[in-house]
């Protein structure tokens, strides 16, 4: 075949694809980096070395530091929320021991506690009267307006926060006994009249009827004695001397036949003292009394008898009626 273009050419090499120039490249001077984003440069990054420079040593300790104390407050909010804080107990008082103590009052005193905050107050529980309370901060309890020569008994519990401790043991204090020479004589009383020695005819051994008011509110003191012998009556004021009452009274007695008596008057001499006493709400009071009497008769008479004069000595014992 002819080269209708006139390249001259053979067949085969009009058929050869045509192979494009290779294209010139530019020398290599180093890898290649992506561009630097704001965030890069807001964190030190370097476009020219490729990386943030090294965080200082100082920097990062703070950083765990830091971090600790966080875990530190998450652990203890946790610590609230889960197991919230328990107040202590509230103790037990103890060391209960008996103090000063008169006729109509006692007293006690406690420990504090141990360990632990003070109560808010102390209850004080009484066994035969009513007890009471007292602040925290003290430890002694005493009770006025109580009966003389008596037992009482107590408890003391503790009070915070609305809770109660258990109760104490138990303290037994006691009122003064005072002597029976202080005994109050009041009231109604029954005596008895044993003679001593020789007595006129009539006179015999015998009850009386003696009402006894004292001259004061409380305590021992000078008395009015109003008193009854059979269908005699007769009125004494009785002074008070340390232990012995005296006092003496006009006794009207009658001489003679029932039918045809006289009038015998006869002057009463008494001498008496307490022997035994007990205690009455606040008061200290006798419960006995003994002493002696004298009856001293004039001599009387009338156009058809007469009465001698006579001294008639008694021994007298009292008891409540």
Same mark, same amino acid.
């Given at each position: ?11 085969? %090499? ?21 561009? =630097? ?16 420079? #090294? ?21 203890? +909010?946790?610590?609230?929320?889960? #197991? ?13 021991? +008996? ?30 009267? +009513? ?88 305590? +021992? ?36 036949? =029932? ?26 009071? #006798?419960?006995?009394? %003994? ?12 156009? #058809? ?9 008694? %021994? ?6």
């Amino acid at each position: 075949m002819t080269d209708p273009e006139g390249t001259g050419q053979g067949p085969s %090499a009009a058929a050869a694809p045509a192979v494009p120039p290779s294209p010139v490249t530019a020398p290599d001077h180093g890898t290649a980096h992506e561009p =630097a984003t704001a965030h890069d440069l807001s964190i030190g990054y370097d476009p020219a070395v490729g990386q943030a420079p #090294a965080t200082p040593r100082r920097r990062r300790r703070w950083v765990v530091v830091l971090l600790a104390a966080v875990v530190v407050l998450g652990l203890a +909010a946790g610590l609230v929320v889960w #197991a919230p804080w328990t107040p202590p107990p509230v103790l037990r008082p103890t060391g209960l021991v +008996a103090g000063p103590s008169t006729a109509n009052s006692v007293a006690f005193h406690w420990s504090r506690p141990r360990t632990g905050p003070l109560p808010d107050k102390y209850l004080i529980i009484g066994m035969q009267t +009513a007890g009471g309370s007292v602040p925290g901060t003290v430890t002694s309890y005493r009770q006025t307006g109580l009966t003389p020569a008596t037992p009482y008994q107590y408890r003391v519990v503790a009070v915070r926060g609305g809770k109660r401790s258990p109760q104490s043991a138990l303290v037994t204090v006691r009122t003064l006994t005072p002597p029976v020479s202080q005994a109050r004589l009041q009231g109604s009383w029954s005596v008895y009249a044993r003679t001593i020695g020789p007595a006129p005819p009539g006179h015999r051994n015998g009850y009386m009827t003696w009402d006894l008011s004292p001259a004061c509110a409380a305590g +021992a003191c000078d008395v009015t004695l109003h008193g009854k012998d059979g269908p005699f009556s007769f009125r004494a004021k009785l002074t008070r001397s340390g232990a012995v009452y005296t006092g003496r009274a006009v006794t009207n007695f009658r001489c003679g036949p =029932a039918h045809n008596s006289i009038p015998n008057p006869a002057t009463l001499k008494i001498r008496i003292h307490p022997t035994k006493a007990t205690g009455e709400n606040v008061a200290w009071v #006798a419960r006995s009394f %003994a002493g002696h009497i004298v009856l001293v008769f004039q001599y009387v008479s009338n156009s #058809a008898f007469y009465c001698p004069a006579a001294t008639v000595n008694a %021994a007298v014992t009292g008891t409540p009626a």
